[in-house]
């Protein structure tokens, strides 16, 4: 079980590395196979937050540092408000209720 997950894991974060995204669309169905759906999404963000830090460090010499600084802290800052925004309406609204 967990060299499917360490290959996949490592297969993905290769395939993803050139296009940009994707990490998540593949390695989620996968951990939720094996694991519960909460412990599937955090392992993701895991893999998907150790996936940047690596590729920071891999092609941080080759970094346009204004143009980093100015989308950098731009979509800093958007996704902390999209979190804010996404926990705010996470509690469902009923509008109608029917029963059969």
């Not at 079980?1 to 993905?12: E, G, K, P, Q, T």
């Not at 390695?27 to 998907?48: G, N």
Request: hydrophobic share 60%; aromatic share 16%.
């Amino acid at each position: 079980m967990y060299i499917v997950i360490a290959l996949v894991s490592l297969l993905a974060s290769f395939l993803t590395f050139f296009s940009g995204f994707g990490l998540g669309t593949i390695l989620l169905p996968v951990f939720a196979l094996f694991f519960d759906l909460p412990t599937s999404i955090l392992l993701t963000a895991l893999v998907h937050f150790l996936n940047n830090v690596f590729k920071f460090f891999l092609v941080s010499k080759k970094i346009n540092k204004p143009i980093f600084l100015s989308f950098g802290i731009t979509s800093l800052l958007a996704a902390f408000v999209g979190a804010w925004c996404l926990k705010q309406i996470s509690a469902p609204i009923i509008l109608m209720q029917y029963q059969v």
